[in-house]
């Protein structure tokens, strides 16, 4: 399931304060955002942190660079551009990394590079059935990478968060061992989101409705000035195949993750497709099948009733019993279960997963056909199982898509389960590029 208010991949979750992406606020971190405006027009401290930016996002881009090239990448003079590099590296954003020879005479500039080794971006996803953790610092070090099996379905949103809430406490106290201070969180849901608000207006799988996540997890002693964001997991995921995926720069895709249900995320143009209320992309609850079985949102034959995880268990075992290969809970072992059964060649599993690999790749022609990708990316446990479902998913794709299989192709994403988690932790390390003054200085500025 998806959903976003966010206009492209740099706008995928709100704070407490607002908007993830706005360069107007500093969100709640109310100790830094005054750091540097205290004492400006209103106007004037716009445009400062509007500078403070495009000079963070240059390095950020093109690093290692002396400040003459600064100067005449963003089109600022070299004293403002002395100024505003001067703030930063205050702030623990940018460093020296010694001098720059651009092969002409007189002393070589210093290069200066994205540091933020003190500054991290932390993201966590809840599941139907597991919770995940992902944290770097802003030049992409990873510092954390965990996922624990949770029946999230079976606790409710209550205890859910209360256990999400111990994971984001552990994870903020190992990154405080390593002097790293989180810029914010994000937290990926598989569901439809209300990102402004921060709440689950609905996540069906997980059996939840009108949750405010962002408010409880808040109230359970997360620091006060650290943004909380919160969006779909699908979306997210997207973001992070789109920056740094197999599919990474590709500036048309479609992203499906097979989780027990299906989520997808779509990338037009190099943005986040969103639609006029967020709901672009809906695709797990699209209807293949009029005389399907029931899903989970209450509709009949939708698409993830024929494609997720708990279709192909109940296609390979229909009478479930505890002892079965699959009754785990984390989907990497209940996965396992159906990959032992299939290196024995047993027929029925071997039908179960060429079914899905035809629905899957129904699906996926009605999607192209709708955005006409270059690159499908399949994540969840459809990567896990990609040669034996891409075969089959592309022969579908080739025989009900416009002309689409020729210039569209199928590819696994590397990323594993916690591509909602890395893409979540993208959104924080975006928004620090979008608003440097929302990092507190760690230092006085000369």
């Not at 495009?54 to 690093?63: A, C, K, N, T």
């Not at 249900?261 to 943005?271: A, E």
């Not at 075992?317 to 984390?330: L, Y």
């Not at 969840?380 to 025989?399: K, N, S, W």
Request: glycine content about 14%.
């Amino acid at each position: 399931m998806k959903h976003s208010r966010a206009g492209g991949p740099s706008n995928g979750s709100t704070s407490r304060g607002g908007p993830a992406g706005s360069t107007g606020s500093a969100g709640s971190n109310g100790s830094a955002g005054s750091n540097g405006s205290a004492g400006l027009p209103a106007h004037q401290a716009a445009v400062r942190r509007s500078n403070l930016a495009l000079v963070l996002r240059h390095v950020s881009e093109h690093g290692p660079c002396s400040r003459s090239a600064v100067a005449l990448g963003t089109g600022l003079n070299k004293t403002t551009v002395t100024s505003l590099v001067n703030e930063l590296r205050a702030r623990g954003l940018v460093k020296e990394a010694g001098p720059q020879y651009a092969g002409s005479v007189g002393r070589p500039g210093l290069a200066l590079v994205l540091d933020g080794s003190r500054v991290g971006a932390l993201g966590v996803e809840v599941n139907v059935d597991y919770l995940a953790a992902f944290a770097t610092d802003l030049a992409g070090r990873v510092l954390i990478d965990r996922r624990l099996g949770f029946d999230a379905t079976g606790s409710g949103p209550g205890r859910s968060l209360d256990e999400l809430a111990r994971v984001v406490e552990r994870a903020v106290a190992d990154l405080d061992r390593l002097g790293v201070r989180p810029a914010g969180i994000t937290v990926a849901v598989p569901g439809l989101i209300d990102t402004i608000a921060g709440t689950v207006v609905t996540a069906p799988n997980l059996g939840w409705r009108e949750v405010a996540v962002a408010e409880r997890l808040s109230r359970a002693g997360i620091p006060a000035d650290l943004p909380i964001g919160v969006d779909n997991d699908a979306n997210l995921a997207a973001l992070a195949e789109y920056t740094s995926g197999v599919a990474a720069g590709t500036a048309d895709l479609v992203y499906l993750t097979g989780e027990v249900g299906i989520g997808g995320g779509v990338i037009s143009g190099g943005r986040l497709l969103s639609g006029a209320d967020g709901f672009a992309g809906e695709v797990g609850h699209v209807m293949v099948d009029p005389s399907g079985e029931r899903c989970g949102c209450g509709r009949i034959g939708c698409w993830e009733t024929k494609v997720g995880l708990a279709a192909l268990e109940r296609m390979v075992a229909p009478d479930e019993v505890p002892a079965a290969p699959f009754a785990a809970r984390d989907p990497e072992e209940r996965l396992a279960g159906i990959e032992r059964l299939l290196a024995t060649g047993d027929p029925r599993v071997e039908a179960a997963v060429a079914e899905v690999g035809r629905w899957l790749g129904l699906g996926a022609a009605m999607l192209v056909n709708l955005f006409n990708p270059r690159v499908v990316v399949l994540g969840g446990y459809f990567a896990r199982l990609a040669d034996r479902l891409i075969p089959v998913a592309h022969e579908e794709l080739r025989r009900m898509s416009m002309g689409g299989a020729d210039r569209c192709r199928f590819a696994a994403s590397d990323l594993g389960y916690g591509a909602a988690a890395r893409g979540a932790a993208g959104v924080v390390v975006e928004r620090t590029l979008s608003d440097p003054m929302a990092i507190a200085y760690l230092h006085p500025p000369p």
